[in-house]
């Protein structure tokens, strides 16, 4: 699995400290210290995932999203800040951000959309835990748009944002969320998208430098294959990652999209693993089956349709076969 930058998490932290949230007993449970938080330390996606879903519900702002998102910008990043400064022009610093957008703290994929009048950035959410992912689409969305400021601001232009979709529901919270984007917002959307009218993106950077570009480029590029290097728990993260879901879970593709390696990939090092995607997610539905069938009331068509399961009768095989009794004989005797 990919690892990433620990800037993003150290920023939420001391942001979430100052709003009075204590993170310390959490940060040591996962072996990290508030006093020794290295911004340009890695962490694997999977354990920030856990970091944060403990930290997130204990949030009482529902709007820290967005203002943890707005706290993000160029400073910060090393060769991919310096990469965009000295990029030709604003369309190519655009473009560039997109195409190494593995170096910034998304959880998705983002992809830039030029139109003649108007332009857009859509962001594609990745697969989250339900407890996640509103604050991180939040605070993507909010990060991507002050990212983009950052950008024009090396030009004198500004961002005039025309409408903004979010991939979740307003959580009665609509005007609020208009106000901090200062224009129209569209919810349950199918992904997150910044509508923006065009500025001038061809205006040259005072920064450009092709010498320079070209070298910070190549530090991207080496940064990348460091972070893109597996390790050898792979196996372990992903059912980390398994784990954070209550009801339907995701797919193959969409994992190994979210850590940063091909499906091909993701096979090849789990089976060198002697595992297996469909091993790893038989051994989260099992788990969360015995949970659900010893400590709820559920209906066993109710256990299965949150596991995935399209029929009733596919669960009690599969239970079945793992546990040597079926779904309702395993509630009875527990």
Request: aromatic letters at 10%; hydrophobic letters at 40%.
């Amino acid at each position: 699995m990919s690892t990433r930058s620990l800037i993003s998490l150290v920023s939420a932290i001391h942001n979430l400290n100052d709003m009075g949230l204590d993170c310390s007993d959490i940060l040591k449970k996962y072996g990290f210290s508030m006093d020794h938080l290295d911004p340009f330390g890695l962490i694997d996606r999977a354990t920030e995932l856990k970091i944060l879903h403990e930290l997130v519900p204990k949030i009482d702002d529902p709007m820290c999203g967005l203002k943890l998102g707005q706290k993000f910008s160029l400073v910060g990043y090393g060769p991919f800040t310096l990469m965009l400064m000295t990029a030709p022009n604003a369309y190519e610093a655009c473009r560039m951000g997109v195409q190494y957008q593995d170096l910034t703290y998304l959880y998705g994929t983002i992809e830039l959309d030029l139109s003649p009048n108007q332009s857009g950035l859509n962001i594609f959410v990745s697969p989250l835990p339900d407890s996640v992912r509103d604050f991180l689409i939040d605070r993507d969305i909010a990060g991507t748009y002050q990212l983009l400021l950052d950008i024009l601001k090396i030009i004198n232009e500004t961002v005039e944002l025309k409408a903004v979709w979010i991939p979740h529901s307003d959580n009665g919270l609509a005007k609020e969320y208009e106000a901090f984007f200062d224009c129209p917002v569209i919810f349950d959307a199918p992904y997150s998208h910044l509508e923006i009218s065009n500025v001038n993106l061809g205006q040259t950077f005072p920064q450009a430098n092709p010498l320079a570009f070209n070298l910070y480029k190549s530090q991207c590029d080496a940064l990348l294959l460091e972070r893109a290097q597996t390790s050898s728990n792979l196996a372990d993260q992903v059912l980390a990652y398994l784990e954070l879901f209550e009801y339907q879970f995701p797919k193959l593709e969409e994992v190994a999209t979210l850590f940063g390696i091909s499906p091909r990939s993701l096979r090849r090092h789990l089976k060198d693993e002697d595992s297996s995607f469909q091993q790893l997610l038989n051994q989260i539905r099992f788990t969360k089956a015995k949970t659900f069938l010893s400590k709820t009331q559920l209906p066993i068509e109710a256990i299965a349709d949150r596991l995935g399961y399209s029929e009733p009768a596919s669960f009690n095989h599969a239970f079945t076969r793992w546990s040597g009794r079926s779904p309702s004989h395993f509630r009875r005797s527990n």
